[in-house]
């Protein structure tokens, strides 16, 4: 038995095949099209930004639509890069 998944930008989709015989048989199949790598950078943005308002009393979602838009850039790099790795630092 094997799992396959794909999570892509925006959606999950999940596989559990079955190989025997040199035949592949599909056990079962799920998708959530709510379920990305977009809801993770979403979580690490919200994560960072409140992080940001309790130690320096700046509201980046609301108060500046530039840093915000960096700050979910720096987001999707970090989540790039802690895909291969176990640490990484938000830059």
Same mark, same amino acid.
Request: with cysteine; glycine share 4%.
């Given at each position: 038995?094997?799992? +396959? ?21 599909v056990l079962s199949s799920a998708f959530d099209?709510?379920? $990305? $790598?977009?809801? +993770? ?5 919200? !994560?960072?930004?409140? !992080? ?16 915000? +838009? ?5 987001? !999707? ?15």
């Amino acid at each position: 038995n094997v799992i +396959f998944y794909d999570l892509g930008d925006s959606s999950l989709q999940v596989s559990l095949v079955q190989f025997s015989a040199g035949r592949l048989r599909v056990l079962s199949s799920a998708f959530d099209m709510s379920l $990305g $790598g977009r809801s +993770f950078d979403r979580l690490l943005f919200d !994560e960072v930004a409140a !992080e940001i308002l309790a130690k320096h009393k700046v509201d980046v979602k609301r108060d500046n639509a530039r840093a915000a +838009f960096r700050l979910m850039a720096a987001c !999707e790099k970090l989540q790039t890069t802690m895909s291969a790795n176990p640490v990484a630092k938000l830059r």
